[in-house]
């Protein structure tokens, strides 16, 4: 992932908007340094704050990563997911990911913008993931979904890496 990419695409988003940097740092509840320093390329972001902006801004993540040929990897504090594909139909654009969970403490996302949906497949591990409120679990080979337009949260139970594939899929408007 190419900071100084992201923060071109972000930027030109936010100004397609007609949305200032003050009041989309605010929406996103990010620092407005941190917005300015993603924009310019200086700050390599996390997944959490680019999950934070591009809800805002109502796009999919990859619609300010690399292409998906470029394979992007992105971090969070307790979640790295790799961009396989992104495919589009009439009513939505879905992402695919390879995602892992390092045990330890978990990440909490920001709510993406309404009626976007989140599918886990686990492969290894277990997996603790939803909605931050009432969370779900998911041993290897188990499937959990939830819609994530609330703050929602992922943690490895247990000792053990959880390696899953991570489906979103957001509505068109």
């Known amino acids: 992932?190419?900071?100084?990419?992201?923060?071109?695409?972000?930027?030109?988003?936010?100004?397609?908007?007609?949305?200032?940097?003050?009041?989309?740092?605010?929406?996103?509840?990010?620092?407005?340094?941190?917005?300015?320093?993603?924009?310019?390329?200086t700050r390599n972001p996390t997944l959490d704050t680019l999950w934070a902006v591009t809800a805002q801004l109502g796009v999919p993540l990859t619609a300010v990563l690399a292409e998906p040929a470029?394979?992007?990897?992105?971090h969070g504090a307790a979640v790295s997911a790799t961009l396989l594909e992104v495919f589009t139909d009439a009513d939505a654009t879905y992402e695919l990911y390879r995602m892992r969970v390092a045990p330890g403490p978990g990440q909490l996302s920001?709510?993406?913008?309404?009626?976007?949906?989140?599918?886990?497949?686990?492969?290894?591990?277990?997996?603790?993931?939803?909605?931050?409120?009432?969370?779900?679990?998911?041993?290897?080979?188990?499937?959990i979904r939830w819609v994530s337009d609330v703050p929602h949260s992922y943690t490895a139970v247990g000792d053990e890496e959880v390696a899953a594939s991570l489906l979103l899929r957001y509505p068109r408007r």
């Open 70 to 74: 470029a394979a992007p990897t992105v």
């Open 1 to 41: 992932m190419d900071p100084a990419v992201v923060g071109r695409r972000v930027r030109a988003l936010r100004e397609e908007r007609g949305i200032s940097l003050s009041t989309l740092a605010r929406l996103a509840g990010v620092g407005k340094a941190t917005l300015s320093g993603l924009e310019h390329g």
């Open 110 to 143: 920001p709510a993406h913008q309404p009626g976007v949906t989140e599918h886990v497949t686990v492969f290894a591990g277990v997996l603790r993931a939803g909605p931050a409120d009432a969370p779900l679990t998911a041993p290897a080979g188990c499937h």
